[in-house]
């Protein structure tokens, strides 16, 4: 069993659209829970980042964390073409050098 | 925008061959890695390095070597490619105690014929 679970779907949405990706894992150790969005040819970049549980805001993008249910998920209001891409959850434990795991990615596309 | 950069962007090159994946960081970033990243998979961690001198094997058993010489600069080798290793490279950093923000550069494309 994955450790990060994570539909890659497609998932293609109209512009303006509610987006919501999610992600569920297996490990009760971790403590920051990251979101990379990685566009056509180029490297993943860093999204938001979350420590333990609760949500945090940025703009257009809300991330939320339920440890309790060890789901993650990611909100995009008012979706952009822009906002075409791969999102990749990611996650790790606390405490000096601990790895990442990331997820397989969501591809999403928002169709004007 | 990330200062980390990966030469080359594309390669394609025959069985056997030795090459050197270059993969640079202006960021002063004591902490670097190498991740494999194919088509609907996850990223896999080959090696990562805690600063000069230091490096390690990652969770994906890999053919391929690292050196950490200097901060900024993180190579990975194949001294004999094959087939199996055609897959897309990229390379991050990260600074200070902040291991969960990783930059990643644009990536290599390798294609072993």
């Known amino acids: 069993q994955k450790e990060v679970e994570q539909d890659p779907g497609p998932l293609s949405v109209p512009e303006g659209a509610i987006v919501s990706l999610n992600c569920t894992y297996s490990?009760?150790?971790?403590?920051?829970f990251m979101w990379y969005r990685q566009y056509s040819r180029k490297g993943p970049e860093l999204l938001m980042y979350?420590?333990?549980?609760g949500n945090k805001e940025d703009g257009r993008f809300t991330a939320q964390v339920d440890k309790s249910s060890k789901y993650i998920s990611l909100f995009i209001r008012d979706s952009q073409p822009s906002d075409s891409a791969t999102y990749l959850c990611a996650m790790r434990r606390s405490g000096g050098y601990q790895k990442v795991t990331f997820g397989i990615g969501t591809k999403l596309q928002v169709i004007p | 925008e990330a200062d980390i950069y990966q030469t080359p962007r594309y390669l394609v090159i025959g069985t056997g061959k030795k090459i050197t994946l270059e993969c640079s960081q202006t960021m002063g970033h004591d902490k670097m890695y190498w991740y494999q990243q194919d088509p609907g998979m996850e990223l896999h961690l080959i090696h990562y390095s805690y600063g000069v001198n230091s490096t390690e094997k990652g969770d994906l058993s890999s053919e391929s070597t690292v050196s950490r010489i200097r901060t900024e600069h993180f190579p990975l080798t194949l001294e004999s490619a094959r087939p199996s290793h055609t897959s897309q490279y990229l390379c991050?950093?990260?600074?200070?105690?902040?291991?969960?923000?990783?930059?990643f550069g644009p990536g290599t494309r390798l294609t072993v014929t």
């Open positions: 979350t420590y333990s549980s």
């Open positions: 991050a950093s990260s600074g200070g105690t902040s291991a969960y923000e990783q930059y």
């Open positions: 490990n009760s150790a971790f403590q920051y």
